[in-house]
């Protein structure tokens, strides 16, 4: 079992730059690839960002490439996300996943957290 917490999430306005958290308690945190993902209301949720177990892979969404990184101190068991030039239409509630591989299907992640609203105003 592993338990998920969000952190960082706030109002900013378009441009801005914020930095998502992820902290993970329970099982070994590097046993797990880890996701970042996004739902705004109404629409179903989307793929940002994902990292691999040892933090050597990153695989993005294309609408957040070249502005979103993700990276991973498993030494901390936490998982960022780092948004920079950040615009209304990134305006959603951002969520952590855990499972076996990177992956860009939700359903391929096992452990979910709460979530962290993003608002971006422009």
């Known amino acids: 079992q592993v338990q998920l917490v969000e952190s960082g999430g706030g109002l900013v306005q378009a441009g801005d730059s914020l930095r998502l958290s992820c902290a993970a308690s329970g099982r070994t945190f590097s046993s797990y690839a880890m996701g970042w993902f996004r739902q705004a209301p109404g629409k179903e949720r989307e793929f940002v960002a994902a990292?691999?177990?040892?933090?050597?892979?990153?695989y993005y969404a294309d609408s957040v490439k070249g502005r979103f990184t993700i990276s991973r101190d498993n030494a901390k068991n936490t998982v960022y996300l780092q948004m920079n030039s950040l615009k209304p239409e990134d305006t959603a509630v951002y969520y952590c996943?855990?499972?076996?591989?990177?992956?860009?299907?939700?359903?391929?992640?096992?452990?979910w957290g709460q979530g962290t609203q993003v608002t971006v105003s422009s």
């Open positions: 996943a855990a499972g076996p591989y990177s992956n860009y299907r939700a359903r391929g992640y096992d452990y």
């Open positions: 990292v691999s177990r040892s933090g050597g892979n990153t």
